[in-house]
């Protein structure tokens, strides 16, 4: 019988991006455990991309946990107590976790904070072991308005402004924010064609990115999706700093940012996102592209 590893990261799509290279440590170093992660069905898209795991468990937050001992458990999800707490009630053998293991520590980069975990526990990582493919650069540039919360997104007037001057647009976001991505497809001038929020899985938006020649957004997902196909972006960031979560140095991947920090769960856009203006979003822009 296999030996079973399970992993918890019961979050987003940038979340579960960010845990790449933890994911394929836990791979690489124990070969003969078969690997389940924990995390919403609507991510499954990505799993075979990640190369890292063999099962997936439908789990959003931080638990229950529908699994009976594992023989290793990792909590990639948070602090606890909850993580913790769920992971425990699967009887585990071993548990990798902060607060079991290594203390939570603030003002750390979320790829950095589970390979930090890991290598604790003695297991080597790779912190740039974020790619899933290379874009060849032949599709049109993404603009993505939206973000999970009002804090993290830009005024779609701006965003507009900016994908009026850049050349072969669509613009993208998931069915809440179709309302969004209209206002921004118009105001731009793109015909109805071109607004594809609502009209995409993850699937096609994994696609579309993986093929992009630029992407444009704020805070979210899709910044990450544009981190692990080395496509060129221009990430806004209001509350949060770069710092935590933002692309890697390098490799056209500019992130703006005014320099406060504030509520990334706010309800109202946070006023440093207000002080990024279009004209630097557009030069930055020119500047990845070139």
């Not at 509350?239 to 406060?260: D, E, I, N, Q």
């Amino acid at each position: 019988m296999a030996l079973e590893l399970l992993a918890l990261r019961g979050l987003g799509l940038g979340d579960l991006l960010t845990a790449v290279p933890a994911l394929r440590a836990l791979r690489q170093a124990f070969p003969e455990h078969r690997v389940t992660l924990a995390c919403p069905a609507g991510l499954d898209a990505l799993l075979p991309l990640i190369g890292a795991v063999d099962d997936r468990l439908d789990v959003s937050g931080p638990g229950p946990v529908p699994f009976e001992r594992p023989d290793l458990a990792v909590n990639l999800h948070g602090k606890g107590p909850q993580s913790i707490d769920a992971l425990r009630r699967t009887g585990p053998g071993t548990l990798i976790s902060h607060g079991v293991g290594p203390p939570w520590r603030d003002g750390v980069h979320e790829v950095r904070r589970w390979c930090d975990l890991l290598e604790w526990y003695g297991i080597a990582t790779d912190p740039e072991d974020l790619t899933l493919g290379i874009s060849d650069r032949t599709g049109p540039v993404i603009v993505h308005p939206g973000a999970a919360f009002p804090a993290r997104r830009w005024p779609p007037e701006r965003f507009a402004a900016v994908a009026s001057v850049l050349d072969d647009v669509v613009v993208t976001g998931n069915a809440e924010e179709v309302g969004l991505a209209r206002r921004v497809a118009e105001l731009a001038g793109l015909p109805d064609e071109r607004m594809l929020a609502g009209r995409t899985d993850l699937a096609r938006l994994i696609e579309l990115v993986s093929r992009a020649r630029l992407v444009v957004c704020g805070d979210t997902g899709v910044a990450h999706l544009a981190t692990a196909f080395c496509v060129p972006s221009v990430v806004l960031f209001g509350p949060v700093s770069p710092a935590l979560w933002g692309p890697p140095p390098g490799w056209r991947h500019v992130a703006l940012w005014a320099g406060r920090k504030g509520d990334p769960h706010g309800a109202r856009i946070d006023p440093g996102l207000l002080k990024i203006e279009v004209s630097e979003v557009v030069d930055a822009a020119m500047e990845v592209t070139s």
